[in-house]
Protein backbone atom coordinates (compact mmCIF):
# COMPACT_ATOMS: atom_id res chain seq x y z
CA UNK A 1 0.00 0.00 0.00
CA UNK A 2 1.23 3.51 -0.85
CA UNK A 3 2.67 5.84 2.18
CA UNK A 4 0.19 8.53 2.67
CA UNK A 5 1.69 12.11 1.71
CA UNK A 6 2.30 15.09 4.20
CA UNK A 7 3.37 18.08 3.47
CA UNK A 8 5.60 20.08 5.88
CA UNK A 9 5.28 23.97 4.86
CA UNK A 10 8.81 24.61 6.28
CA UNK A 11 11.99 22.76 6.78
CA UNK A 12 12.20 21.06 10.55
CA UNK A 13 14.78 19.64 12.02
CA UNK A 14 14.98 15.81 10.86
CA UNK A 15 14.54 14.53 14.66
CA UNK A 16 11.21 16.28 15.27
CA UNK A 17 9.80 14.56 12.25
CA UNK A 18 10.74 11.03 12.37
CA UNK A 19 7.73 9.64 13.54
CA UNK A 20 5.97 11.31 10.27
CA UNK A 21 8.95 9.85 8.41
CA UNK A 22 8.43 6.42 9.46
CA UNK A 23 4.98 5.93 8.13
CA UNK A 24 4.63 8.98 5.34
CA UNK A 25 6.09 10.57 2.12
CA UNK A 26 7.30 14.24 3.65
CA UNK A 27 7.35 16.70 0.76
CA UNK A 28 9.00 19.21 2.62
CA UNK A 29 9.23 23.30 1.95
CA UNK A 30 11.98 25.43 2.54
CA UNK A 31 13.69 26.62 5.65
CA UNK A 32 12.30 30.00 5.39
CA UNK A 33 9.54 31.92 3.43
CA UNK A 34 11.63 33.58 0.04
CA UNK A 35 12.12 37.63 0.61
CA UNK A 36 8.47 39.34 0.18
CA UNK A 37 10.50 40.83 -2.87
CA UNK A 38 11.53 37.54 -4.66
CA UNK A 39 7.88 37.09 -4.73
CA UNK A 40 6.30 40.13 -5.56
CA UNK A 41 3.98 39.89 -8.44
CA UNK A 42 3.97 35.79 -8.58
CA UNK A 43 1.42 33.79 -7.43
CA UNK A 44 3.31 32.92 -3.86
CA UNK A 45 3.20 36.38 -3.33
CA UNK A 46 2.20 36.49 0.61
CA UNK A 47 2.03 33.30 1.07
CA UNK A 48 5.22 32.36 3.02
CA UNK A 49 6.92 29.15 2.52
CA UNK A 50 4.65 27.61 -0.33
CA UNK A 51 7.39 27.28 -2.70
CA UNK A 52 6.88 25.10 -5.90
CA UNK A 53 7.55 21.57 -4.66
CA UNK A 54 5.01 22.05 -1.73
CA UNK A 55 2.26 23.58 -4.08
CA UNK A 56 3.15 21.32 -6.35
CA UNK A 57 2.50 18.46 -4.17
CA UNK A 58 -1.10 19.50 -2.92
CA UNK A 59 -3.06 17.33 -5.69
CA UNK A 60 -1.22 14.39 -3.77
CA UNK A 61 -1.59 15.51 -0.18
CA UNK A 62 -3.32 13.74 2.49
CA UNK A 63 -2.15 15.89 5.28
CA UNK A 64 -0.42 19.52 5.81
CA UNK A 65 1.47 20.11 9.06
CA UNK A 66 1.74 23.83 8.30
CA UNK A 67 3.60 26.75 10.39
CA UNK A 68 2.10 30.07 11.66
CA UNK A 69 3.81 31.90 8.74
CA UNK A 70 1.68 30.18 5.88
CA UNK A 71 -1.61 30.69 5.55
CA UNK A 72 -4.07 27.45 4.38
CA UNK A 73 -6.94 29.08 2.66
CA UNK A 74 -9.45 27.90 0.21
CA UNK A 75 -7.20 28.24 -2.46
CA UNK A 76 -5.00 25.81 -0.86
CA UNK A 77 -7.80 23.46 -0.01
CA UNK A 78 -9.15 23.30 -3.54
CA UNK A 79 -5.69 22.59 -5.09
CA UNK A 80 -5.81 19.37 -2.47
CA UNK A 81 -9.06 17.03 -2.94
CA UNK A 82 -6.93 14.03 -1.22
CA UNK A 83 -6.25 16.47 2.08
CA UNK A 84 -7.81 14.31 5.41
CA UNK A 85 -6.31 17.26 8.03
CA UNK A 86 -4.62 20.17 8.92
CA UNK A 87 -2.02 20.02 11.49
CA UNK A 88 -0.66 23.79 12.60
CA UNK A 89 2.55 23.77 14.85
CA UNK A 90 1.25 26.64 16.51
CA UNK A 91 -1.60 27.21 19.31
CA UNK A 92 -3.16 30.22 17.23
CA UNK A 93 -4.58 29.08 13.97
CA UNK A 94 -4.89 32.72 12.40
CA UNK A 95 -3.22 31.41 9.55
CA UNK A 96 -5.69 29.01 8.35
CA UNK A 97 -9.75 29.70 7.38
CA UNK A 98 -11.20 27.47 9.71
CA UNK A 99 -14.68 27.86 7.93
CA UNK A 100 -13.10 27.00 4.51
CA UNK A 101 -11.88 23.48 6.58
CA UNK A 102 -14.88 22.84 7.99
CA UNK A 103 -17.01 23.30 4.65
CA UNK A 104 -15.03 20.53 3.39
CA UNK A 105 -14.99 18.05 6.88
CA UNK A 106 -11.09 18.90 7.09
CA UNK A 107 -10.31 18.74 11.11
CA UNK A 108 -7.65 21.13 11.93
CA UNK A 109 -4.86 20.42 14.59
CA UNK A 110 -2.74 22.66 17.02
CA UNK A 111 -0.73 22.67 20.01
CA UNK A 112 -1.71 23.31 23.01
CA UNK A 113 -0.40 23.75 26.33
CA UNK A 114 3.14 22.51 25.27
CA UNK A 115 4.28 26.25 24.78
CA UNK A 116 2.31 27.85 27.81
CA UNK A 117 5.34 28.40 29.96
CA UNK A 118 7.93 29.08 27.57
CA UNK A 119 5.68 32.20 26.18
CA UNK A 120 4.77 33.09 29.47
CA UNK A 121 8.21 32.91 30.74
CA UNK A 122 9.17 35.26 27.49
CA UNK A 123 6.22 37.65 28.24
CA UNK A 124 7.83 38.23 32.12
CA UNK A 125 11.00 38.48 30.48
CA UNK A 126 9.51 41.15 27.91
CA UNK A 127 8.18 43.33 31.33
CA UNK A 128 11.55 42.86 33.31
CA UNK A 129 13.72 43.94 30.55
CA UNK A 130 11.72 46.61 29.12
CA UNK A 131 10.84 47.72 32.88
CA UNK A 132 14.13 48.10 34.16
CA UNK A 133 16.52 48.98 30.56
CA UNK A 134 17.97 45.45 30.24
CA UNK A 135 19.35 46.23 27.07
CA UNK A 136 19.55 49.72 26.60
CA UNK A 137 22.23 48.96 30.36
CA UNK A 138 23.65 46.21 28.78
CA UNK A 139 24.60 48.32 25.68
CA UNK A 140 26.04 50.89 27.68
CA UNK A 141 28.22 49.13 29.43
CA UNK A 142 29.69 47.38 26.42
CA UNK A 143 30.12 50.36 24.65
CA UNK A 144 32.19 51.90 27.78
CA UNK A 145 29.20 54.47 29.15
CA UNK A 146 29.64 52.71 32.36
CA UNK A 147 31.87 55.48 33.69
CA UNK A 148 30.65 54.91 37.65
CA UNK A 149 27.94 53.31 39.91
CA UNK A 150 25.03 55.86 39.10
CA UNK A 151 22.51 57.02 42.03
CA UNK A 152 19.88 58.13 39.20
CA UNK A 153 21.18 55.94 36.15
CA UNK A 154 19.35 53.09 33.83
CA UNK A 155 16.52 54.27 36.55
CA UNK A 156 13.58 51.54 35.68
CA UNK A 157 10.11 50.58 37.31
CA UNK A 158 9.29 48.71 40.54
CA UNK A 159 7.20 45.81 39.87
CA UNK A 160 6.03 44.95 43.69
CA UNK A 161 2.86 46.36 44.13
CA UNK A 162 2.77 47.24 40.56
CA UNK A 163 -0.78 46.54 38.42
CA UNK A 164 -0.83 44.11 35.39
CA UNK A 165 -3.63 44.01 33.18
CA UNK A 166 -4.15 40.31 31.50
CA UNK A 167 -6.09 40.34 28.30
CA UNK A 168 -7.50 36.75 27.90
CA UNK A 169 -7.59 34.22 30.59
CA UNK A 170 -6.21 30.80 28.52
CA UNK A 171 -3.42 28.85 29.57
CA UNK A 172 -1.17 31.61 29.02
CA UNK A 173 -2.75 34.45 30.49
CA UNK A 174 -3.20 31.98 33.75
CA UNK A 175 0.62 31.10 33.55
CA UNK A 176 1.59 34.41 33.01
CA UNK A 177 -0.67 35.71 36.37
CA UNK A 178 1.57 32.74 38.22
CA UNK A 179 4.65 34.25 37.68
CA UNK A 180 3.58 37.65 38.18
CA UNK A 181 2.28 36.66 41.35
CA UNK A 182 6.16 35.55 42.54
CA UNK A 183 7.53 39.44 41.37
CA UNK A 184 4.55 40.67 43.47
CA UNK A 185 2.20 42.32 40.99
CA UNK A 186 -0.82 42.56 41.86
CA UNK A 187 -3.39 41.32 38.35
CA UNK A 188 -6.77 42.97 37.04
CA UNK A 189 -7.72 40.01 34.13
CA UNK A 190 -10.24 40.78 31.73
CA UNK A 191 -11.60 38.15 29.61
CA UNK A 192 -15.09 36.47 27.68
CA UNK A 193 -14.69 34.24 30.80
CA UNK A 194 -13.58 35.87 33.94
CA UNK A 195 -12.02 34.07 36.92
CA UNK A 196 -13.41 33.56 40.12
CA UNK A 197 -11.54 36.26 42.01
CA UNK A 198 -8.41 35.43 44.50
CA UNK A 199 -6.04 36.63 46.32
CA UNK A 200 -4.29 39.19 43.89
CA UNK A 201 -6.49 38.28 41.02
CA UNK A 202 -9.50 41.01 39.93
CA UNK A 203 -11.76 40.23 36.95
CA UNK A 204 -12.64 43.93 35.77
CA UNK A 205 -14.08 44.95 32.76
CA UNK A 206 -11.65 46.19 30.00
CA UNK A 207 -12.02 50.18 30.19
CA UNK A 208 -11.05 49.30 34.37
CA UNK A 209 -8.02 47.03 33.64
CA UNK A 210 -7.03 49.80 31.01
CA UNK A 211 -7.25 52.52 32.92
CA UNK A 212 -5.63 51.08 35.84
CA UNK A 213 -2.74 48.98 35.25
CA UNK A 214 0.82 49.69 35.17
CA UNK A 215 1.72 47.23 32.27
CA UNK A 216 -1.06 45.67 30.28
CA UNK A 217 -0.29 42.32 28.42
CA UNK A 218 -2.34 40.65 25.87
CA UNK A 219 -3.10 36.74 25.74
CA UNK A 220 -6.20 36.39 23.44
CA UNK A 221 -5.82 34.50 20.27
CA UNK A 222 -6.64 36.88 17.14
CA UNK A 223 -10.00 36.28 15.31
CA UNK A 224 -12.34 39.37 14.08
CA UNK A 225 -13.60 39.86 17.80
CA UNK A 226 -9.68 40.57 18.91
CA UNK A 227 -8.61 42.26 15.83
CA UNK A 228 -7.56 46.02 16.77
CA UNK A 229 -8.60 45.39 20.26
CA UNK A 230 -5.94 47.54 21.73
CA UNK A 231 -7.05 50.56 19.14
CA UNK A 232 -6.62 54.95 19.68
CA UNK A 233 -9.39 54.84 22.18
CA UNK A 234 -7.62 51.82 24.06
CA UNK A 235 -4.31 53.34 24.02
CA UNK A 236 -6.04 56.88 25.17
CA UNK A 237 -7.36 54.82 28.45
CA UNK A 238 -4.50 53.64 29.37
CA UNK A 239 -2.57 55.48 32.05
CA UNK A 240 0.87 57.56 30.54
CA UNK A 241 3.18 55.92 32.17
CA UNK A 242 2.11 52.26 31.33
CA UNK A 243 3.48 49.70 29.09
CA UNK A 244 2.15 47.51 26.66
CA UNK A 245 3.34 43.74 26.25
CA UNK A 246 2.02 41.61 23.46
CA UNK A 247 2.91 37.94 23.04
CA UNK A 248 -0.15 37.21 21.47
CA UNK A 249 -0.68 38.20 17.62
CA UNK A 250 0.73 41.72 16.46
CA UNK A 251 -3.06 42.36 14.72
CA UNK A 252 -4.32 42.50 18.19
CA UNK A 253 -3.20 45.67 18.44
CA UNK A 254 -3.81 48.50 16.17
CA UNK A 255 0.28 49.32 15.37
CA UNK A 256 0.17 52.99 13.72
CA UNK A 257 -2.29 53.85 16.48
CA UNK A 258 0.68 52.46 18.99
CA UNK A 259 3.28 54.37 17.05
CA UNK A 260 1.04 57.60 17.09
CA UNK A 261 0.26 57.03 21.23
CA UNK A 262 4.19 56.41 21.83
CA UNK A 263 5.20 59.64 19.77
CA UNK A 264 2.41 61.28 21.94
CA UNK A 265 3.44 60.14 25.26
CA UNK A 266 -0.02 58.53 25.37
CA UNK A 267 1.56 55.84 27.04
CA UNK A 268 4.98 55.20 27.76
CA UNK A 269 6.61 52.34 26.46
CA UNK A 270 5.59 49.06 24.27
CA UNK A 271 7.40 45.50 24.44
CA UNK A 272 6.39 43.02 21.64
CA UNK A 273 7.42 39.73 20.55
CA UNK A 274 4.61 39.90 17.93
CA UNK A 275 4.02 42.87 14.96
CA UNK A 276 1.94 43.53 12.24
CA UNK A 277 3.54 42.10 9.63
CA UNK A 278 5.89 39.88 10.81
CA UNK A 279 8.72 40.18 10.24
CA UNK A 280 8.60 44.07 10.85
CA UNK A 281 10.43 45.91 8.12
CA UNK A 282 14.06 47.26 9.86
CA UNK A 283 12.16 50.82 8.72
CA UNK A 284 9.31 50.44 10.37
CA UNK A 285 8.65 53.70 12.75
CA UNK A 286 8.45 50.87 15.93
CA UNK A 287 11.92 50.53 15.15
CA UNK A 288 13.05 54.13 15.78
CA UNK A 289 11.39 54.73 19.05
CA UNK A 290 13.64 53.86 21.73
CA UNK A 291 10.63 53.25 24.34
CA UNK A 292 10.04 50.24 21.96
CA UNK A 293 11.01 47.06 22.41
CA UNK A 294 10.52 44.37 19.63
CA UNK A 295 11.09 40.58 19.17
CA UNK A 296 10.94 38.51 16.23
CA UNK A 297 8.13 36.36 17.75
CA UNK A 298 10.32 33.77 20.22
CA UNK A 299 7.33 33.47 22.61
CA UNK A 300 7.53 29.59 21.99
CA UNK A 301 11.55 29.25 20.91
CA UNK A 302 12.97 27.32 23.76
CA UNK A 303 14.70 24.08 22.35
CA UNK A 304 12.24 21.55 24.52
CA UNK A 305 8.76 23.34 23.77
CA UNK A 306 9.85 23.59 19.29
CA UNK A 307 10.20 20.20 19.70
CA UNK A 308 7.36 18.97 21.56
CA UNK A 309 4.80 21.23 19.30
CA UNK A 310 6.08 19.41 16.45
CA UNK A 311 6.01 16.38 17.75
CA UNK A 312 2.48 17.10 18.89
CA UNK A 313 1.47 18.48 14.91
CA UNK A 314 2.59 15.36 13.61
CA UNK A 315 0.52 13.27 16.25
CA UNK A 316 -2.43 14.99 14.96
CA UNK A 317 -1.49 14.11 11.24
CA UNK A 318 -0.73 10.69 11.85
CA UNK A 319 -4.12 10.07 14.05
CA UNK A 320 -5.80 11.60 11.03
CA UNK A 321 -4.54 9.93 8.59
CA UNK A 322 -5.66 6.21 10.96
CA UNK A 323 -8.99 7.66 11.09
CA UNK A 324 -8.99 8.55 14.86
CA UNK A 325 -9.62 11.60 16.60
CA UNK A 326 -7.19 14.93 16.84
CA UNK A 327 -5.72 14.44 20.10
CA UNK A 328 -5.85 18.29 19.82
CA UNK A 329 -8.03 19.53 17.19
CA UNK A 330 -9.53 22.90 17.21
CA UNK A 331 -12.02 21.92 14.78
CA UNK A 332 -13.36 18.41 14.34
CA UNK A 333 -14.01 18.56 10.35
C1 LIG B 1 2.85 30.94 18.50
O1 LIG B 1 2.71 32.11 18.37
C2 LIG B 1 1.77 29.99 18.48
O2 LIG B 1 0.62 30.36 18.21
O3 LIG B 1 2.05 28.82 18.73
Known sequence: MSRPTVIVTRALPAPWLAALAAECELVIGPAAPPPASAVAGTRFAGRGAWCDATWSALPRADAILSLLTEPVDAAVLDAAPRLRVVSNMAVGVDNIDLAACAARGIPVGHTPGVLTDATADLTMALVLAHGRRVLEAADDARAGRWSTWSPDGWLGRDLCDATLGIVGWGQIG?????????????????????????????PVGLAALLSRSDIVSLHVPLSP????????????????????????????????????????????GAALDVTDPEPLPPTHPLFSLPQVLVLPHIGSATLGTRRTMAELAARNVLAALRGEPLPHAITRG
Open 174 to 202: RAVARRAAGFGLHCLVHSRTPPAPAAGIE
Open 225 to 268: QTRHLVDARALAAMQPHALLVNTSRGAVVDQDALVDALRRGVIA
